[in-house]
């Protein structure tokens, strides 16, 4: 019987940086402080693992173990003695280091997209029907009349415009006038310019109280259907005008 009929399937890596990698978080070590003779010693024995098993080896495996001894190597040397105006001395395992932690970030952007596909590969789509016997003769069109949403964007854009700021400090006089009465005089300012005007000349006033009111009257009178509000197109200057029965 031939001894290649037994065979030990080891842990598959897609090359030494893999390995590495793997080593580095089995052993949860800093990436950024490696200890280069475990490290060393696991890598190589996993390569003579392998070697023993007769599997092939690839030359990249062996590069990266020869890259290894060599740090480590460089690490057993004593350091030397450094003036003021040398540069810092360089650590071997700089290069290697950012090696792996740009491996590790495509690694883990790869897996995030594997994780993604396998997600998307459990959502199932309804292929497209064909409606068109569902489809109606109706169209719809955009009505003119405005809504109390539009008056409330308007009224805020008329403030805006005003640039009305309150004082610092003020003296509050109270004035009593009732939304009847300004509920006249919109109507009464609407008839001076023959039926309709813009909303922002129903606003001639600068304190808080008279615009707020007036506001609110003007509110009251849609409500009892006197006044009616439309705008003629998008972003045109909404329109009040006496209603038919006024």
Request: hydrophobic fraction near 35%.
């Amino acid at each position: 019987m031939s001894e290649d009929i037994y065979k030990v399937k080891l842990e598959s890596f897609e090359g030494p940086l893999d390995l590495l990698l793997h080593l580095v978080n089995q052993y949860e070590i800093d990436i950024y402080d490696i200890p280069l003779k475990l490290i060393t010693n696991q890598y190589l024995e996993y390569v003579h693992t392998m070697q023993e098993l007769k599997l092939d080896v690839a030359s990249e495996y062996l590069v990266m173990a020869a890259t290894l001894l060599e740090i480590k190597s460089k690490m057993l040397l004593p350091k030397q003695e450094l003036d003021e105006e040398s540069f810092y001395e360089e650590d071997p395992r700089e290069e290697l280091i950012q090696r792996l932690v740009e491996y590790r970030k495509y690694k883990e952007a790869a897996d995030s997209l594997k994780e993604r596909e396998h997600e998307g590969n459990q959502v199932y789509l309804k292929h497209p029907e064909d409606l068109t016997e569902f489809k109606g003769d109706v169209v719809v069109t955009r009505s003119d009349t405005v809504s109390v949403t539009d008056l409330t964007l308007a009224f805020q854009k008329m403030l805006r415009r005003k640039k009305w700021l309150e004082p610092m400090e003020t003296t509050i006089q109270r004035q009593e006038i009732s939304i009847e009465e300004r509920m006249d005089d919109v109507v009464s300012l609407l008839n001076k310019h023959s039926g309709s005007t813009s909303f922002q000349q129903l606003f001639p006033y600068e304190t808080r109280w008279e615009i707020v009111a007036t506001f609110l009257a003007i509110l009251e009178l849609m409500k009892t259907y006197r006044i009616t509000c439309y705008q003629p197109s998008n972003f045109m200057e909404i329109t009040v005008a006496l209603s038919e029965e006024v």
